[in-house]
């Protein structure tokens, strides 16, 4: 998205590292705005948000932050000073994988009514009925996230002790590089766990194509739980490893995802 606002001269963007705080620091000077995603998708690298938002505030830049992977249970930058958040409605709070929404906060009423006006004018208003499974969704949306994170830590754990794993990404497990950081000041860790596949690729894809429980398909948050080989869209950044598999956990029995992800290696 911000590739195609550079291309039409738009908008001149630095991108970096979120997970490395001196670089972004660096890349402030002078910018006007700093956009940043954590934990980020699909690599769940975690900002060293409290600190990134002094710096801003203390640069007057202006700091957006899509929450959608840490959702306001566990993490809140509103709170820490950002002018703005971005949820992915779509994914936890509609939490059902049926209907696609966006929303944005702010404290601020100037931009408020701004953001508004731009709504009004380009449209992008949800009808009544995708309002309403939003709302539906989200009257469970503590039960189903606090479910989907405890499951999710448990996979991570058993993924890490996995023959065919070389790497598991989840900042909740105390061995990854995110968790200390994380610890010190989000609340939980979310319920998306990535894993590299030993094996590689074609492995990889061959083992989402072979679960019976989990759905084979991209999106998140949703109560029932997903998997897929990101690279295998051409679009995903190549920073994002061949082999890796994005697993959004759901809320089903941790038994059965477990017993799931073990035969789907051992018949793929
Ligand atoms: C899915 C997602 C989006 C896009 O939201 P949609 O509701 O699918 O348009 C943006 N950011 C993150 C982190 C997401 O996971």
Redesign the pocket.
């Known amino acids: 998205m911000l590739h195609s606002f550079v291309q039409s001269g738009r908008l001149e963007v630095r991108f970096v590292d979120i997970a490395n705080t001196d670089a972004v620091i660096a890349a402030m000077n002078g910018a006007a705005f700093l956009w940043l995603?954590s934990p980020t998708?699909p690599g769940l690298e975690v900002a060293d948000m409290p600190t990134l938002i002094v710096a801003a505030r203390n640069l007057s830049v202006g700091v957006g932050v899509?929450n959608?992977?840490a959702t306001p249970l566990i993490q809140n930058p509103l709170e820490m000073g950002a002018d703005i958040v971005?949820h992915?409605?779509?994914?936890y709070f509609a939490g059902h994988s049926d209907v696609?929404?966006?929303s944005l906060s702010t404290k601020i009423p100037e931009l408020h009514a701004r953001l508004h006006e731009i709504r009004k004018i380009h449209g992008g208003v949800p009808g009544p009925y995708e309002a309403w499974l939003a709302l539906r969704g989200l009257r469970t949306f503590p039960l189903r996230f606090e479910c989907a994170q405890r499951n999710a830590l448990e996979l991570a754990k058993r993924l890490s002790k996995h023959p065919g794993v070389s790497r598991v990404r989840y900042p909740g497990l105390p061995e990854d590089s995110q968790h200390a950081r994380a610890k010190s000041f989000m609340r939980g860790f979310g319920a998306v766990v990535s894993f590299e596949v030993k094996d590689g690729p074609e492995k990889a894809d061959r083992i989402c194509e072979s679960s019976h429980l989990i759905t084979h398909a991209t999106?998140?948050?949703g109560i029932e739980s997903l998997w897929e080989r990101r690279r295998r869209w051409p679009a995903e950044s190549t920073l994002t490893p061949e082999n890796l598999i994005r697993l959004s956990v759901g809320c089903e029995n941790v038994e059965d995802l477990w017993r799931d992800i073990e035969q789907a290696f051992t018949n793929s």
């Open positions: 995603e998708n899509d959608t992977f971005m992915s409605v779509t994914k696609i929404m966006g999106s998140l948050g």
